[in-house]
């Protein structure tokens, strides 16, 4: 079995693109993504071809490396040790944010039947013209940051005759136990990252009596 050590540093190589073909690699940049002196990179770079994991080619300062089939294995097997204990890890996430008012940008996007037939088609409801905007909470961070690990719906942009319109990425959720919806991602984000857009088939504010400042849960499935 391989030393930790020699799996992060051929996982590192597989980032770098190495997996594909061959790749020119600089030490330093090696050993800076792998926090380790040059000097301990060069070693693991010598120590992971003596195991027939890389093939490299030196000519003069430059060298590439490409990781070899024995290699390529050897992260395959990781990769199924790992993702079971990933899956399993995976449970419903509880997001709490407060309503706020939007620019009401979200009925201008809702409105337009190349992100609606993709709604209906892809997340099975007809969006209602507008979004609910909530803030995240700071104790909801840790989970807000969580989600972009969870599946997504993806929706494609489109163009008109006069503009581009970028895709994004749908989270199917639960808004106040009650309301399935999904919180929507642009591709081309204006808000930061403590905000979050929702769509439903209904007036989410109206259903749920909402006022801005009050207090919502939002509950995503991996399983959706």
Do not use: W
């Not at 050897?74 to 990769?79: A, D, I």
């Not at 992100?115 to 840790?142: C, E, H, I, W």
């Not at 163009?159 to 919180?183: L, M, N, Q, W």
Request: with cysteine; hydrophobic share 40%; proline share 4%.
């Amino acid at each position: 079995m391989l030393k930790p050590s020699v799996l992060i540093a051929l996982y590192k190589l597989a980032e770098l693109g190495a997996y594909a073909k061959e790749v020119t690699l600089s030490t330093g940049v090696f050993a800076k993504g792998l926090g380790l002196s040059q000097q301990t990179a060069s070693r693991r770079l010598i120590e992971m071809e003596r195991l027939g994991l890389i093939e490299r080619s030196i000519d003069g300062k430059a060298q590439g490396v490409r990781i070899t089939r024995v290699g390529l294995n050897s992260l395959s097997e990781m990769y199924k040790t790992l993702k079971p204990a990933f899956e399993e890890a995976k449970q419903e996430l509880s997001i709490k944010a407060t309503v706020f008012s939007g620019l009401s940008e979200g009925s201008y996007y809702m409105s337009m039947e190349g992100y609606r037939k993709q709604f209906k088609s892809k997340l099975g409801f007809d969006a209602f013209p507008g979004t609910l905007n909530l803030r995240v909470t700071k104790d909801s961070m840790v989970q807000r940051r969580g989600l972009e690990s969870y599946p997504f719906v993806n929706i494609d942009g489109f163009a008109d005759k006069e503009r581009t319109f970028g895709g994004a990425k749908c989270y199917p959720v639960i808004v106040g136990s009650k309301v399935h919806g999904a919180i929507v991602m642009p591709i081309r984000a204006h808000y930061g990252e403590d905000v979050i857009e929702i769509i439903a088939p209904e007036n989410l504010r109206r259903r749920l009596k909402l006022q801005d400042g009050d207090l919502v849960e939002v509950q995503v499935s991996p399983g959706h």
